[in-house]
């Protein structure tokens, strides 16, 4: 029966070859270089008293810099277990999984249509990797057990003991996660008492670990500079912008273009779905077509004004950012809209729902905090995935004639991104090699004009900019500090 079972998911075995291969083939980065020195033996020894609260994340994050195999090994372990749980929420909702093998690449091709500003500081940054994917694994879990304590009220014991560490060690990587945690949670067992008069046990337990998971993060002295405006990074307001006025401009401006525009490629498939079973339900005309408008709407926009005229160069002006923020939050309320139209079961119905009605609750606590980025809203990207997913899943796109696409698509993706970072880790290394051979050469030498590494857009900063970066740069790959290193300029924008 085990080994029936491990059979059925063979597909693995390429899966984790190809992360592994990737996690070899990327180089440190960024912040990664300051983690492997001193630098990471003083946060650690220090308990990241004067950083933040995500002490799993950094700990990951200073023995990988310094074990290569660690990194390798933690690297896939995560990237597959995000895998393996959407596939398992999705089964809890569609019934039992038939074709596993099919299915699993299917969601590897989905998840590699991640946007390049997002994989730059996920994917392809150890430091980014380590906390917004442990975290957003551990959200995954704790809102498969939810939705299980919903519908059949109680959870295996061994079930149990997952969701409690999920909630506890997955608050020590990510502030807006661990509060997402706590609310999805919260959610949960509000839901249920009305649902049912009473309160349940396993739910309390699960919050309850959060809870304590939340405030051994938050106690981090850190967190009072922050709120306090002392912290030199993040900050909640600033001298010349309050903390309503930087809400709101948040609102209407990042959240607009990370959770729609970024994304929009995976949006568009989500919408050509819902599109196509609209189209074979039996709602009048007049539903239909603005439904398709509003789905059409972000899109079209995206493709021929957005893009063209440049609105995300032109978002301090005032029309700009209002016409950005309407059709984003017309694209949105209509995914609702359609989902709850369409010809779906009501279980899967409110599962999507559920799913699109996540993405405010997770994102809100970044309208406090600054600066936001790409990779804060990784978890959204993984949200529509799994919409996504459902939506291929439930049409059954998975007869014969469907099978070879999707496996030359997901050999196609992989192939590219092996592809892709063996070229980036050559160049690496060269660069490198070329640098001490110029040193060894000429004892002398002041200034070295040094190459950035192709593909950059997929990785956070390789190439250092500031003179402090620089310092740590030369001194991770020990080249002399008397050395000026200088790079052409980039042409990410």
């Known amino acids: 029966m085990l080994l029936e079972r491990i059979l059925r998911y063979r597909i693995l075995l390429p899966i984790i070859i190809f992360y592994f291969v990737m996690s070899v083939l990327t180089p440190l980065t960024h912040d990664d270089l300051e983690w492997a020195t001193s630098y990471g033996t003083q946060m650690f020894h220090s308990f990241y008293e004067t950083l933040n609260g995500r002490y799993l994340g950094n700990t990951f994050e200073v023995i990988a810099t310094r074990i290569a195999l660690f990194r390798y090994v933690i690297y896939v372990l995560f990237a597959v277990g995000i895998l393996i749980i959407i596939q398992k929420s999705v089964d809890d909702i569609l019934g039992k999984d038939r074709h596993p093998n099919y299915h699993v690449l299917l969601l590897i091709t989905l998840i590699l249509l991640i946007p390049s500003t997002i994989y730059s500081q996920i994917y392809g940054w150890f430091a980014g990797f380590f906390n917004y994917v442990p975290a957003t694994l551990g959200a995954l879990i704790i809102l498969r057990y ?204 409110a599962y999507l729902i559920m799913l699109l009605l996540t993405i405010p609750i997770m994102v809100a606590p970044l309208l406090i905090v600054q600066p936001i980025g790409p990779r804060n809203f990784y978890s959204v990207f993984i949200i529509y995935v799994m919409i996504a997913f459902v939506l291929l899943r439930y049409l059954e796109l998975h007869r014969l004639e469907w099978q070879w696409f999707v496996k ?86």
């Open 408 to 493: 030359v698509l997901a050999v196609t993706f992989a192939s590219a991104y092996v592809i892709m970072f063996l070229i980036i880790a050559i160049a690496d290394h060269m660069r490198i090699a070329k640098v001490h051979r110029a040193a060894a050469e000429n004892p002398n030498l002041k200034t070295y004009h040094m190459q950035r590494l192709p593909f950059e857009a997929y990785m956070q900063r390789s190439s250092p900019e500031t003179k402090r970066r620089k310092s740590i740069f030369k001194t991770y790959y020990e080249i002399p500090q008397k050395i000026k290193i200088t790079f052409p300029p980039s042409n990410q924008k």
């Open 146 to 349: 939810c939705i299980k304590l919903m519908n059949r009220g109680k959870l295996y014991w061994w079930e149990m003991c997952i969701m409690m560490l999920a909630a506890l060690l997955g608050q020590w990587f990510m502030e807006s996660i661990t509060l997402f945690n706590i609310a999805i949670i919260t959610i949960a067992a509000i839901a249920f008492y009305i649902k049912y008069k009473k309160h349940l046990k396993q739910l309390i337990i699960a919050f309850v670990s959060a809870l304590v998971g939340a405030v051994i993060m938050f106690t981090n002295p850190q967190y009072i500079k922050i709120f306090g405006g002392e912290s030199d990074y993040q900050k909640v307001s600033s001298d010349d912008q309050g903390l309503l006025s930087r809400m709101v401009r948040t609102l209407l401006t990042q959240f607009p273009e990370h959770i729609i525009y970024q994304s929009i490629l995976i949006l568009i498939i989500i919408a050509a779905l819902l599109g196509f079973i609209l189209y074979r339900s039996t709602l009048p005309l007049y539903v239909k077509g603005l439904l398709y408008a509003g789905l059409a709407s972000a899109p079209l926009y995206m493709f021929f004004i957005r893009m063209p005229l440049d609105f995300k160069l032109r978002l301090q002006e005032a029309p700009v950012i209002m016409i950005d923020f309407t059709v984003a939050i017309l694209f949105y309320l209509t995914l609702i809209a359609s989902v709850y139209y369409v010809a779906l079961s009501s279980r899967i119905k």
